[in-house]
T-cell receptor
Framework: AQSVTQLDSHVSVSEGTPVLLRCNYS??????LFWYVQHPNKGLQLLLK??????LVKGINGFEAEFKKSETSFHLTKPSAHMSDAAEYFC?????????????FGTGTLLAVQP | DAGVTQSPTHLIKTRGQQVTLRCSPK?????VSWYQQALGQGPQFIFQ???????QRGNFPDRFSGHQFPNYSSELNVNALLLGDSALYLC??????????????FGPGTRLTVT
């Protein structure tokens, strides 16, 4: 069965400093992995997606994530945090390889950005 | 191009009542998935509809049922509401093709409160 574990429920950074949100996954198949962001009272927005192409995936708003099979990790990073990055971030694995499938969400990491 | 739309935005129901939530997929999409997001949790997959049939189902009781119409729009029905059904209900749309894991686009959600 597929699952993801987000290692931090809350992360606080200062504006202009790097962001690291950690995620480990478990999958019986070659996984599709995603990071979604949810701003307060807004829907979920896809930041980036890994589907067995390049292991370093670049997303929107300067975010990127690296797929490391040996460590079963898919950590999200950004070189310099902006106030507008404050939101809840979800690491997600797709149900199984192949056609569009159910998404399995982690419990989320709430990112706070201090001025 | 309209994205995924959901109605209503908010809903308050009493225990034991029934509720119907509606979703219109992004233009060109043929697959609709429903998720339940309890407060402070990640979304959980309820079910997915494609070609007017339920294709995948998560771990939800039969009180949760759905329908997809020929225009690809979808309804989520919940019978005999419980207090624990209070949550944000998210609809996601995508394409469905074999061996391709398409991105799922989320709507803003319907906030259901059961009293």
């Amino acid at each position: 069965a597929q699952s993801v574990t987000q290692l931090d429920s809350h992360v606080s950074v200062s504006e202009g400093t790097p962001v690291l949100l950690r995620c480990n996954y478990s999958s019986s198949y070659s996984p599709s992995l995603f990071w979604y962001v949810q701003h307060p009272n807004k829907g979920l927005q896809l930041l980036l997606k890994y589907t067995s192409a390049a292991t370093l995936v670049k997303g929107i708003n300067g975010f990127e994530a690296e797929f490391k099979k040996s460590e079963t990790s898919f950590h999200l990073t950004k070189p310099s945090a902006h106030m507008s990055d404050a939101a809840e971030y979800f690491c997600v694995v797709s149900g199984y390889g192949g056609a569009t499938n159910k998404l399995i969400f982690g419990t989320g990491t709430l990112l706070a950005v201090q001025p | 191009d309209a994205g995924v739309t959901q109605s209503p935005t908010h809903l308050i129901k009493t225990r034991g009542q029934q509720v119907t939530l509606r979703c219109s997929p992004k233009s060109g999409h043929d697959t609709v998935s429903w998720y339940q997001q309890a407060l402070g949790q990640g979304p959980q997959f309820i079910f997915q509809y494609y070609e007017e049939e339920e294709r995948q189902r998560g771990n939800f009781p039969d009180r949760f049922s759905g329908h997809q119409f020929p225009n690809y729009s979808s309804e989520l029905n919940v019978n005999a509401l419980l207090l624990g059904d209070s949550a944000l209900y998210l609809c996601a749309s995508s394409l469905q093709r074999a061996y391709v894991d398409y991105e799922q686009y989320f709507g803003p959600g319907t906030r259901l409160t059961v009293t």
